[in-house]
């Protein structure tokens, strides 16, 4: 049972425009939600966050959404850079320390 | 400062072999987790040590799998009778302390390869 998921694979952006990334969960008592970054070979990276009592966060050029009654939350970059190519993660947990990962989206920025 | 270094970085097993994954966290952080990632999947949660002990361990998939935290610092975590579909990447993170929202730190992961 994928509590977490990101329906998209991969995602290609030209660079300069706006990448916005989803993710659709199931369980309603996540109450934090947070976006990691992964390059080849190395860890994942902590990117936003964002807790269920709120409906948008916003750190720079990365803008997370959340709509609760929907389950889904999304994450806007704008403007996108080369270096924004990675994988990125949607993770959630419910009131415990254990994050639930969806599957991941590649994205590509085009020069 | 040093983020969580794990080694090996790679490693390949025979089926059956026993391998032990050391995890060093950043220095005063008192939660330290476990995940495993498949190939085309995100991380899935192992365990979570808040210090010396295993506060939950429910992402643990049977009794092959093991982890220690001795001194509330390293971990290892230690695959008995390895089996081919224990291949994947695991991953070590630590946090400063346990509890919703506190952001965890990812090491580089060790690959194991199972054959």
């Known amino acids: 049972d994928q509590q977490v998921k990101q329906n998209s694979p991969s995602l290609s952006v030209q660079e300069g425009r706006i990448s916005i990334l989803n993710c659709d969960y199931t369980?309603?008592?996540?109450?934090?939600f947070l976006w990691y970054k992964k390059y080849p070979a190395e860890g994942p990276t902590f990117l936003i966050s964002?807790?269920?009592?709120?409906d948008k966060n916003e750190d720079g050029r990365f803008t997370v959404f959340l709509n609760k009654s929907a389950k889904h939350l999304s994450l806007h970059i704008v403007p996108s850079q080369p270096g924004d190519s990675a994988v990125y993660f949607c993770?959630?947990?419910?009131?415990?320390?254990?994050?639930?990962f969806g599957q991941g989206t590649r994205l590509t920025i085009n020069p | 400062g040093a983020g969580v270094s794990q080694t090996p970085s790679n490693k390949v097993t025979e089926k059956g072999k026993y391998v032990e994954l050391r995890c060093d966290p950043i220095?005063?952080?008192?939660?330290l987790y476990w995940y495993r990632q498949s190939l085309g999947q995100g991380p899935e949660f192992l365990i979570y040590?808040?210090?010396?002990?295993?506060?939950?361990d429910s992402g643990l998939p049977n009794d092959r799998f093991f982890a220690v935290r001795p001194e509330g610092s390293v971990s290892t975590l230690k695959i008995q009778r390895t089996e081919r579909g224990d291949s994947a990447v695991y991953l070590c993170?630590?946090?400063?302390?346990?509890?919703?929202?506190?952001?965890?730190?990812f090491g580089p992961g060790t690959r194991l390869t199972v054959t």
């Open positions: 040590f808040q210090g010396t002990g295993a506060a939950d």
């Open positions: 369980n309603s008592m996540f109450d934090y």
């Open positions: 993770a959630a947990s419910a009131g415990a320390q254990k994050l639930v």
């Open positions: 220095s005063g952080h008192t939660a």
């Open positions: 964002i807790s269920s009592i709120k």
């Open positions: 993170a630590s946090s400063l302390t346990g509890g919703t929202g506190v952001e965890q730190y």
